[in-house]
């Protein structure tokens, strides 16, 4: 009666460690091999819609845009419903197939466990002066912000929508408390100061097996690319890990 006890403690062992190995090796490689296909078929979908151009006039041409000008053309994209897809993160340091979806909101059943990486819909969105703060699991559900610590300064950051893709760069890491939500801010970490430039920030659990804190990556706006002119080189550059 005991060994056949034992054999059965032993056999619910090895199921519990079989379960624990799908979930959080396994498991992530095929979600996150589906949410990187996802991304992917909205960059197509957005390649073959229809670029709008102008319509030619007889009008002498404006003047030289100005760089102000310039960067009043940036297009923003209008705020997402919680878990409407809008975006394609792209970072070529994890790879070239990384093409994780982006939707509105930081909902697990909504958008996180769904989808892979949300939007705080308090934070601002790509062109805008500010913070555009993106939240992913490290593990489980694709664990789209897994590697998030192998970034090195410099990296590109990219960001797909429909109109076209917003390069940041990355700067650096840190580690803080859950209740740092000042990370948020539209200069991070820095309270009441009106943003004068673009910034994007990264937030997962960390370690990778707790959430007893949060890994932040912060970058800085460095310029769009219009669907028009075709992919940044920025999305080839760089070594892979």
Same mark, same amino acid.
């Given at each position: ?28 490689? /095929? ?19 229809? /670029? ?128 740092? /939500? ?60």
């Amino acid at each position: 009666m005991v060994g056949v006890i034992g054999e059965l403690l032993i056999t619910v062992g090895v199921v519990a460690l079989l379960y624990v190995g799908w979930q959080f090796w396994l498991g992530d490689v /095929i979600i996150g091999a589906e949410r990187n296909a996802s991304g992917s078929a909205l960059s197509e979908q957005w390649a073959q819609e229809p /670029i709008a151009t102008p319509t030619p006039t007889d009008e002498a041409p404006d003047p030289e845009p100005t760089a102000s000008e310039d960067a009043a053309e940036i297009p923003v994209p209008a705020q997402p419903q919680n878990g409407v897809e809008f975006a394609v993160l792209r970072v070529p340091r994890f790879g070239a197939d990384y093409n994780f979806p982006i939707a509105g909101g930081v909902t697990r059943w909504a958008t996180l466990d769904p989808i892979g990486i949300g939007h705080y819909d308090s934070t601002q969105l790509p062109g805008e002066d500010g913070n555009f703060a993106l939240a992913a699991h490290r593990l489980t559900h694709g664990g789209a912000f897994n590697n998030l610590d192998y970034l090195q300064i410099g990296d590109a950051i990219v960001v797909e929508t429909a109109d076209g893709w917003y390069t940041y760069r990355f700067r650096n890491l840190e580690y803080v408390q859950p209740t740092a /939500i000042d990370v948020l801010d539209p200069v991070p970490q820095t309270p009441g100061v009106e943003a004068g430039e673009g910034y994007i920030t990264l937030t997962t659990c960390s370690p990778r097996w707790t959430m007893d804190e949060r890994l932040i990556a912060y970058g800085v706006f460095e310029s769009f690319t219009p669907r028009s002119a075709g992919e940044p080189a920025s999305l080839t550059e760089g070594a892979s890990i």
